[in-house]
């Protein structure tokens, strides 16, 4: 497998555009499929193969399996709290994709099939607490009451992934991620997370003189967030491992919300004041990646501070804040995707 065929689903995304370049590395031949053109890619990898089409349609399913020995499915309609709250029925749609992906990896027979699943099929009775002791084992997905959309597509789609390997020998391997981050990301639009949007706003407040910034709930909402070469070894860990059970992929180092501004905040060199939108999505109050089966498992886990993931996340959205803001803070045109070099 290390040097074999492999097709990463939702490649022109920012998890998928690093997973691309770390595949290259390791000398597999990819193929990466999305839906968006080409030009809104997050990276564009010149020695893969790289194929526009919409993976909820079977036959576009099939024709992106066909031909290689591992599928990476990260496709699917995502993004922060703002974005899956308002748009549940369109989070719902992304099921076709793993469900027409499991059929064409039956129908030719690939070696390993990567689903990525999310922390948002968490039972939300269990994430109420505002405390950074509250970490989830992988146990607690069930009984059943994930993110209303979003968290019930991912676990629909697990337990896909689970029959098909029970019922046609499918070789599934399930990761819930918890809160990845890091450069190459969404940091505008909507569709951000909490990392990348705290960082523009700080960016926005600092260079815009208007020292304040605004935050969804009160701040004392608890997370994990996730450095991404630590998410690119967990999938590729999880993807050639035997373990077939969905595991946690996260960052065991909690935080609130407040605690991340006030490192962005460190690592900008300013002070702002803040003003809480209590009405503003702001999902779960807390939420942590137990990571004791991961250890156990895989012997190790992610590592990375969240100190120094967000200051090199924070230098790469300054850089693309200066290059698509102008003067007077206009925006300038969207630069064309990074051509990256594996």
Known sequence: MRNGKAVVCGGGGFIGGHLIADLLKKGFQVRCVDVKPTSEWYQVHPQAENVVADLNLKEAAFSAVKGNDVVYNLACNMGGMGFIEKNKGLCMISVLINTHLLLAAREFGVQRFFYASSACVYNGDKQTSKTTDVYLKEEDAYPAMPED?????????????????????????VARFHNVYGPFGTWKGGREKAPAAICRKVIEAKESGKHEIEIWGDGKQTRSFMYIDDCLKGIYTIAQGENVEPVNLGSAEGVTINQLV??????????????YNLNAPKGVNGRNSDNTFFRKVYGWEPSTKLRDGMAKTYEWIYGEYRKQTGPGGTTAKKPAPAMARA
């Open 149 to 173: 959309g979003y968290g019930w597509e991912k676990l629909f789609s697990e337990r896909m992934c689970r029959h098909f390997r029970e019922d046609w020998n499918i070789p599934t391997r």
């Open 262 to 275: 006030d490192i962005v905040e460190d690592i900008a060199g300013v002070k702002l004041k803040r003003n």
